[in-house]
């Protein structure tokens, strides 16, 4: 039998006794280069910002191991357990918005029994909160992503026909049943109406999202344009409803989406487009802050009104939105389903078409029944509807988005 022969492997490196077999009983592995001579490998996970440290090792059988601090090391040092505990505490911090339903639940829980916990946040705040939700979708979104969503003007439609044609349906349906059949005052009807009025809600954007990243500035372009034209349909909408035509401020109603929407998604786009290591350093901390800024925008109204809301009247309001909620869901839902059942991504569409129709800006609703309307009771079904709304939506988020991880 011919001799084995053994051919030694060659290892390229600055340093000649790189791949020199230790002596004296030495453990069976040689590291390719000296720890000061070559610098580790960094490997970045996404938006953590979190250098995870490597070193290959060749053994003697020809193979080569990836040895990863924090992962695999054989003698794991202190500054590993430090790294190790940043990847677990931003891991933890990236993973807030798993808990927004919960959340939502708890500051409802909260604002009913200790309203002046939430109290101290007035309308005023409203805006700039959902500008900094808008803010964290754009830092999460791209320029293609927005050029994209306009390429689809059937989603656009579907989202029209779903904010504008059935859910007013539905709103003119429960509100006539709240005075013909609940006896409700007529107001409470009127408020009802109205809610069934304006145009998609901001938190549909970020519920949108969280469940389906890619859809987010469909979504976005689908309530800013309706958002937009709401200047025409609210008062027609709540003319032929209402049997009320309602002054709505054309110049403030843009302002105001400029403001919420075009500037703080553009300010994220910006930083994502041109700072990106400032963006991944932040994205960890956005999710805990909209989690709490969402909790305030839910909390808030219900507290306000939260006489209104106890009222003789308040258990019927709150079950006639229920279901006025709840037929809008589905509605937006199922339109789209038979929309677009040939196309690759309807199930992404239903849920967003769902959510574009299911919610809408109740603070508006509040808003104007606050300022046109001389009953108070006319602005009991908006406050309500913001709690309904948020708990509903963002519990389809928790249904939802776990389906979409399967």
């Avoid at 931003?90 to 639940?105: D, E, F, G, R, T």
């Avoid at 320029?143 to 989202?159: C, N, S």
């Avoid at 808030?300 to 258990?315: M, Q």
């Avoid at 309807?346 to 808003?367: C, D, H, N, P, Y």
Wanted: with cysteine; net charge positive.
């Amino acid at each position: 039998m011919a001799p084995a022969v053994v051919r030694r492997a060659h290892f390229s490196s600055s340093c000649p006794s790189a791949g020199r077999r230790q002596l004296g009983g030495m453990a069976d592995r040689v590291s390719l280069a000296p720890r000061e001579a070559s610098p580790p490998r960094v490997s970045w996970e996404q938006g953590s910002g979190v250098p995870i440290r490597g070193r290959v090792w060749a053994k003697a059988g020809g193979s080569f191991q990836q040895d990863r601090s924090g992962v695999g090391a054989a003698s794991p040092s202190p500054l590993q357990g430090v790294e190790e505990g940043r990847v677990d505490f931003l891991k933890i911090l990236k993973s807030a918005n798993s808990i927004i339903p919960h959340v939502v639940l708890g500051s409802t829980i909260l604002a009913l029994l200790y309203p002046p916990s939430f109290t101290w946040f007035t309308t005023r705040y409203y805006a700039p909160a959902l500008g900094f939700l808008m803010f964290a979708v754009g830092v999460n979104s791209s320029v293609k992503d927005f050029i994209e969503a306009i390429k689809r003007p059937g989603a656009i439609a579907a989202g029209y026909i779903g904010q504008f044609i059935a859910k007013p349906f539905f709103g003119f349906l429960f509100g006539t049943l709240a005075v013909t059949t609940f006896n409700l005052p007529t107001a409470v009807g009127a408020g009802i109406m109205l809610v069934s009025c304006v145009s998609g809600a901001q938190l549909s954007n970020y519920a949108t999202f969280l469940t389906d990243p890619h859809m987010a500035p469909l979504s976005i372009v689908m309530t800013s344009l309706s958002t937009a034209s709401a200047v025409f349909f609210t008062p027609t909408l709540s003319y032929l409803l209402i049997g009320k035509k309602l002054p709505v401020d054309v110049v403030g109603m843009m302002s105001s989406i400029v403001q919420i929407v075009v500037a703080p998604i553009a300010a994220g786009l910006l930083l994502n487009r041109f700072l990106p290591r400032l963006c991944s350093a932040i994205q960890p901390f956005l999710p805990p802050l909209s989690v709490f800024v969402t909790a305030l925008c839910v909390g808030s109204p219900l507290a306000i009104n939260i006489k209104a809301v106890l009222s003789p009247y308040g258990l019927s309001i709150v079950f006639l939105l229920f279901a006025f909620h709840t037929t809008s869901f589905v509605a937006g839902y199922h339109l789209a389903g038979t929309w677009f059942r040939k196309s690759a991504d309807v199930k992404a569409l239903q849920r967003t078409i769902s959510f574009e129709t299911g919610m809408q800006s109740s603070l508006l609703a509040l808003a104007l029944a606050n300022r046109f309307f001389p009953d108070p009771l006319v602005g009991v079904p908006p406050a309500v509807s913001v709690v309904l709304m948020s708990l509903m939506g963002f519990g389809l988020v928790m249904l939802w988005s776990k389906k979409t991880q399967v």
